[in-house]
C-alpha cells in the first residue's frame, strides 16, 4: 500500500493563534487535495479541498494553499480553538477510480 | 453529509482466527469503496479498492488472500483477515464517497483489531 508512514510530526500553538500545517504531496499528476482532521479512536473528517486549478481556497476558519511547483499544500486555522487538537492529514486524489492516498500527517496540539 | 458505518467498532481475537468487519454505505450507494489500515501513530495506508460485483483492487504488498474483501452490494462491503495473527492488530478505515462526480471521501469510524 502507499502511504508515508512515518512517525508523526507535532506542532503546539496557543489557543488563538494561528495554525500552518504543512504537507509534500507525492505525484504530480495529482488533480485534487483534501485536508483531513482526525481524532483519537475515529475515522478522518473531511476539512477543506482544492483543485489543482486553483492556489488557493478558503472555508470557515480554515484557508488551503497549493503550490503545485513544489508540490506543496498547507492548511490554515485562524484563532485556533481547544477543539481543533487533532491530527491533521492531506490527502491526493490520482483519479481514475478516486483513489485517495494520505501523506504522514502532523498532530495539532491547542495549549488553552 | 453521507455517512459511512462499520462494524464492529472493536473486536479481539485469537491466532489463527479469521474476523469480518462490515462497511455500510447508509443513506447512498458507493459502487466503489476503500480500505485503509493505521498502525498507531502512523498514517493511512490504503489496502485496496473494493468494486461492487467484481474482485477488488489490492496495493503492492497487500496480501489479497489474507485480506478478503467482498463488495456484494452498492452498500456493503466486507473485509475477512483469514488466520489473524498479532502483526495484524491495526485501526481499519474504509471510506466511499455518494457519487462519480464527488471525489470527497466519507469515511466509517474505523474498527480497532487486536489479534491475541
Known amino acids: 500500500g502507499e502511504s508515508v508512514g512515518l512517525h508523526l510530526p507535532t506542532l503546539s500553538v496557543q489557543e488563538g493563534d494561528n495554525s500552518i500545517i504543512n504537507c509534500a504531496y507525492s505525484?504530480?499528476?495529482?488533480?485534487?487535495f483534501i485536508w483531513y482532521k482526525q481524532e483519537s479512536g475515529k475515522g478522518p473528517q473531511f476539512i477543506i479541498d482544492?483543485?489543482?486549478?486553483?492556489d488557493k481556497r478558503q472555508g470557515q476558519r480554515v484557508t488551503v494553499l497549493l503550490n503545485k511547483t513544489v508540490k506543496h499544500l498547507s492548511l490554515q486555522i485562524a484563532a485556533t480553538q481547544p477543539g481543533d487538537s487533532a491530527v491533521y492529514f492531506c490527502?491526493?486524489?490520482?483519479?481514475?477510480?478516486?483513489?485517495?492516498?494520505f501523506g504522514a500527517g502532523t498532530r495539532l496540539f491547542v495549549k488553552a | 453529509g453521507a455517512v459511512v458505518s462499520q462494524h464492529p467498532s472493536w473486536v479481539i481475537c485469537k491466532s489463527g482466527t479469521s474476523v469480518k468487519i462490515e462497511c455500510r454505505s447508509l443513506?447512498?450507494?458507493?459502487?466503489?469503496m476503500f480500505w485503509y489500515r493505521q498502525f498507531p501513530k502512523q498514517s493511512l495506508m490504503l489496502m485496496a479498492t473494493?468494486?461492487?460485483?467484481?474482485?477488488?483492487?489490492?496495493e503492492q504488498g497487500v496480501e489479497k488472500d489474507k485480506f478478503l474483501i467482498n463488495h456484494a452490494s452498492l452498500t456493503l462491503s466486507t473485509l475477512t483477515v483469514t488466520s489473524a495473527h498479532p502483526e495484524d492488530s491495526s485501526f481499519y478505515i474504509c471510506?466511499?464517497?455518494?457519487?462519480?462526480?464527488?471525489?470527497?471521501?466519507?469515511f466509517g469510524e474505523g474498527s480497532r483489531l487486536t489479534v491475541l
Open positions: 471510506s466511499a464517497n455518494p457519487s462519480d462526480s464527488y471525489r470527497e471521501l466519507f
Open positions: 505525484n504530480s499528476a495529482s488533480d485534487y
Open positions: 482544492i483543485r489543482s486549478n486553483m
Open positions: 490527502a491526493e486524489n490520482m483519479g481514475g477510480g478516486f483513489k485517495t492516498i
Open positions: 443513506d447512498f450507494q458507493a459502487t466503489t
Open positions: 473494493s468494486n461492487e460485483g467484481s474482485k477488488a483492487t489490492y
